[in-house]
């Protein structure tokens, strides 16, 4: 079935560091794929998106480029900052035809030291 | 604009108890959908309404039960709750539209949450 893998965390970085968090998934048709935040104590915030393969979703210094080749949809960041600290999900929806929910990974923790 | 608003933000039951959690959805939006959210795990979907119907529904058991009503709000029901249900409940809604692939790639926005913990 379908499937969002990411790498775990926590992830620890000094301020200005530069972020990656891997992403990958498995998916029948083409999905959308998504990055969400969740600071402590609140919902999920949509970070970014694309739709379709080669698409580059952007936001707040965040980007991420769909690659249907390798099937990943890595999240980068070139200066992180301490408000940056949350937890981060990848996940996809919308793939096969009739599907609405959304897959997401178990998430990364994301720390950032001043 | 208001945003997706979900009632109570936290509660404690017992096992064997019954819980109702209440979404109300952003505004222009038509389409809701709960994922539980086990302590350090990513969200799992629950179900989806449209129109008032359960249009789709993930891998949890009868005891979890829903509604929409006539303006779109939601309830999330659990019946008989075990320990194992205590989890952050989230509730997000959409713009459902009519087709099936493309709804996929509605963008979700989410409720802060209902926490429940089942002692």
């Known amino acids: 079935g379908d499937s969002v893998t990411q790498m775990e965390g926590p992830v620890t970085l000094s301020e200005e560091a530069f972020l990656t968090i891997n992403c990958t998934y498995t998916?029948?048709?083409?999905?959308?794929l998504f990055w969400y935040v969740q600071y402590p104590g609140e919902g999920l915030q949509l970070l970014l998106k694309?739709?379709?393969?080669?698409d580059k979703g952007s936001n707040k210094g965040f980007e991420a480029t769909y690659r249907k080749e390798t099937t990943s949809f890595h999240l980068e960041k070139g200066s992180v900052q301490v408000s940056d600290s949350a937890v981060y999900f990848c996940?996809?929806?919308?793939?096969?035809?009739?599907?609405?929910?959304?897959?997401f990974g178990t998430g990364t923790r994301l720390k950032v030291l001043a | 604009d208001a945003g997706v608003t979900q009632s109570p933000t936290h509660l404690i039951k017992t096992r064997g108890q019954q819980v109702t959690l209440r979404c109300s959805p952003k505004s222009g939006h038509d389409t809701v959908s709960w994922y539980q959210q086990a302590l350090g795990q990513g969200p799992q979907f629950i179900f989806q309404y449209y129109e008032e119907e359960e249009r789709q529904r993930g891998n949890f058991p009868d005891r979890f039960s829903g509604h929409q009503f006539p303006n779109y709000s939601s309830e999330l029901n659990v019946n008989a709750l075990l320990l194992g249900d205590s989890a952050l409940y989230l509730c997000a809604s959409s713009r459902g539209g009519r087709t099936g692939i493309n709804s996929g790639a509605n963008v979700l926005t989410f409720g802060a949450g209902s926490r429940l913990t089942v002692l």
């Open positions: 694309a739709t379709k393969a080669d």
């Open positions: 998916a029948t048709g083409y999905p959308s």
């Open positions: 996940a996809l929806g919308g793939t096969t035809s009739g599907t609405y929910k959304y897959i």
